[in-house]
């Protein structure tokens, strides 16, 4: 069948390393300079949120904020790591939402500063993946690859203050594509329809069907087969399957993971995204390259700032397999995405944390960062603040909930702290599924094996 050639431009978005910025780097502490704070980002399409509300913090407080953004990761983690090293740091480094990140030596710490009336205005879940969990400690203690930085960390430490927040669980569609085969804003009823919408736009068109960031072992699962397991078994098997107490290759429980074998061998999955990253997967569906995309609200600020007309979207929640156990909506809470930390080396420490409380929490700057960035708030907002927000992202703001029916990301679940190696292992196999070399019976048996094997070394 033929395909359009995957083409890895970003349609505007630069992958190469870039730098935006307002002025020439000046030095604001130098008499009779004008004040300064410098902030780095790899985020190119939250750069117009933070120069808005940039240009707004400039009004209240005379400090101009001048934004530097690399692209893509690996290049502005290199240059924060190398910069950390030099003590060349910027004000404010923008990450994310993290802990254990390899340089909190060189961070100022917001342990006390961001004290628990401080916390209680952001969302429930907003400081989940910062602060320094007990957990965490114990296993970085034993982990050879973990930093002498990462293993000095004491619980309950924290070194960033959590700015957006999002979730998962959502499919874009491209009406473009799908109006040639008679599906235009057709929702597939559940996840066997999936497959038939997207093999079927394979097979009768030029284009791909369902397009993922293949190339990350973890994306699938995290993002929509964690979902689908927990839904189709129920809560209550899902975490079993973690404490040793279900197998994954029981009749009942192998289902999930082999409607995704079913959907990689439908000719379902775009060719060649075995070798995708998030910024090449979406890129390839703004390109108008596939139907279907795996993402979730942060997704669309993203195609949208790659220039893709958005009249010819639609989206819907990852459907359901068929006989699932949980069969209510899903209840999905917001986790935090990125963050904002402030070197010790920062000769603008009041004004950097004053920003960070601005774009986080002030009811001017919260709008303006996060209409211009495109991004969901992790500050709770009264009515009028949620007002300001454009239309989209009030209606994204207000789905989020914080009683989940379903915690995606199973390192963040309470029930699966300590137990990462077998799903690590778990999302390689999903790995080689995609690509042929490994069937579901195999993926599930290695991941009893796995797991067993970590409760028998009291990885618990």
């Not at 000769?347 to 409380?357: E, G, H, L, S």
Request: hydrophobic residues 45%.
């Amino acid at each position: 069948m033929k395909r359009r050639v995957l083409t890895i431009a970003l349609l505007g978005m630069v992958m190469l390393s870039m730098v935006f910025t307002g002025c020439q780097k000046k030095d604001s502490t130098a008499a009779g300079e004008k004040k300064v704070l410098s902030l780095w980002t790899w985020k190119v399409a939250m750069t117009p949120g933070f120069i808005a509300a940039g240009e707004l913090f400039e009004q209240k407080t005379g400090y101009k904020l001048e934004v530097e953004a690399y692209t893509p990761d690996d290049t502005y983690r290199q240059k924060v790591l190398a910069a950390a090293n030099s003590g060349d740091l910027p004000d404010l480094i923008h990450w994310w939402a993290t802990r254990g990140v390899n340089f909190e030596n060189v961070l100022t710490e917001f342990t006390t500063k961001a004290d628990q009336s401080f916390r209680d205005k952001f969302s429930s879940t907003a400081f989940s993946n910062s602060v320094v969990r007990e957990s965490d400690v114990r296993n970085w203690a034993g982990d050879p690859e973990r930093s002498d930085v990462v293993k000095a960390l004491k619980v309950g430490q924290l070194y960033q203050i959590p700015i957006d927040v999002g979730g998962f669980f959502t499919i874009f569609a491209n009406n473009e594509i799908l109006r040639q085969v008679g599906l235009e804003n057709k929702t597939p009823a559940d996840y066997e329809e999936f497959i038939q919408f997207a093999a079927k736009v394979a097979r009768d068109t030029e284009y791909g069907g369902f397009v993922f960031a293949g190339g990350l072992p973890d994306v699938y699962y995290n993002w929509m087969g964690r979902a689908i397991e927990a839904q189709y078994l129920g809560t209550d098997v899902s975490v079993a399957l973690w404490n040793n107490k279900a197998k994954m290759s029981d009749p009942k429980n192998i289902q999930p993971l082999k409607a995704f074998e079913a959907l990689c061998r439908a000719g379902a999955v775009m060719d060649g995204i075995a070798a995708m990253n998030i910024d090449q997967g979406d890129a390839a569906f703004a390109a108008g390259q596939a139907a279907f995309l795996l993402g979730g609200t942060f997704t669309y600020g993203q195609l949208s700032a790659m220039g893709m007309d958005m009249n010819n979207v639609f989206s819907f929640v990852i459907p359901m397999m068929k006989g699932s156990a949980i069969t209510k909506p899903y209840g999905i809470n917001p986790f935090p995405l990125t963050a904002i930390a402030v070197p010790q080396t920062s000769k603008n420490q009041d004004a950097a944390w004053d920003f960070i409380n601005f774009i986080a929490l002030d009811p001017e700057g919260v709008p303006a960062f996060a209409n211009g960035a495109y991004i969901i708030p992790a500050g709770k907002l009264d009515s009028a603040a949620i007002s300001r927000l454009s239309p989209a992202i009030q209606d994204m703001y207000t789905s989020l909930v914080d009683d989940p029916s379903v915690t995606t990301i199973v390192d963040n679940d309470p029930n699966n702290i300590g137990r990462r190696l077998p799903h690590e292992e778990l999302y390689k196999d999903m790995q080689r599924i995609l690509i042929g070399e490994m069937t579901a019976e195999q993926a599930a048996a290695n991941y009893d094996a796995n797991i067993a094997a970590q409760w028998a070394a009291g990885r618990q």
